[in-house]
């Protein structure tokens, strides 16, 4: 089971070695395997949306970094807004602090095919249980079509912001997902996470500054 580690600017000074390696794990996936960014000479990727602003989730087993997320509050520049706007012809364009756009999640090779009781599943639950605490009401972005069966395959209500369209020679479509306690667990049965996973090291940033933090499973 992984841990997933929650880093934002406040504390990212905790995991230098880690962060590190999470750029290069992405390089490797983003520009090397599927050619989708340009490759770097440094071999670590970086986009327009590594900002102060974005918070991370970095899935750690052991000493190594095997799988990752990215989060943004959508009423700031991120990847749907500044890329793939024409995909949310459905719903319009999401411009909410509580609505996250969610990116550069990665399994390493080996822990990829396993189904939803696989790593991926893991990160999936790790990253409900953060969009619980923070008070965040929908994630989600740009992705490929087969993770849509993925995130319905966790109980997850989806809803498509626009119809699909071949990017990179692959069926994409811009959706979100409902945040919420049944969700949480919900997706924690169907991945089979016995409970939480967020590791919080240092200060936090919060995700939306005006909201107060409550631990996924709290009263409300």
């Known amino acids: 089971m992984i841990e997933a580690h929650v880093v934002t600017i406040r504390n990212k000074h905790l995991y230098e070695r880690e962060f590190e390696e999470f750029l290069r794990r992405r390089h490797e996936y983003y520009a090397v395997t599927n050619r989708w960014v340009p490759i770097s000479d440094d071999g670590l990727?970086?986009?327009?949306?590594?900002?102060?602003?974005?918070?991370?989730?970095?899935?750690i087993?052991?000493?190594r970094v095997v799988t990752s997320a990215r989060l943004m509050p959508t009423s700031l520049p991120?990847?749907?807004?500044?890329?793939?706007?024409?995909?949310?012809?459905?719903?319009?364009?999401p411009q909410r602090e509580d609505w996250?756009?969610?990116?550069?999640?990665?399994?390493?090779?080996?822990?990829?095919?396993?189904?939803?009781?696989?790593?991926?599943?893991?990160?999936?639950?790790?990253?409900?249980?953060?969009?619980?605490?923070?008070?965040?009401?929908?994630?989600?972005?740009?992705?490929?079509?087969?993770?849509?069966?993925?995130w319905l395959d966790m109980g997850w209500n989806v809803i498509p912001a626009g119809l699909p369209r071949i990017l990179s020679g692959d069926?994409?479509?811009?959706?979100?997902?409902?945040?919420?306690?049944?969700?949480?667990?919900?997706?924690?049965?169907?991945a089979s996470v016995p409970g939480p996973l967020l590791v919080r090291r240092g200060e936090q940033l919060p995700f939306i500054e005006s909201a107060p933090r409550r631990l996924a499973g709290a009263a409300l």
């Open 45 to 59: 990727e970086l986009d327009p949306f590594d900002t102060p602003q974005a918070t991370y989730m970095l899935g």
């Open 61 to 63: 087993m052991g000493d």
């Open 78 to 93: 991120n990847l749907v807004s500044e890329e793939f706007p024409h995909m949310c012809e459905n719903i319009g364009l």
């Open 100 to 150: 996250a756009d969610w990116t550069r999640t990665y399994v390493l090779p080996e822990y990829r095919g396993v189904g939803s009781t696989g790593i991926l599943g893991q990160m999936f639950c790790a990253v409900m249980e953060y969009c619980v605490e923070e008070g965040i009401s929908h994630v989600g972005g740009v992705l490929q079509q087969y993770l849509l069966k993925r």
């Open 171 to 190: 069926w994409c479509l811009v959706a979100y997902i409902e945040v919420n306690e049944m969700a949480l667990e919900s997706g924690r049965a169907h």
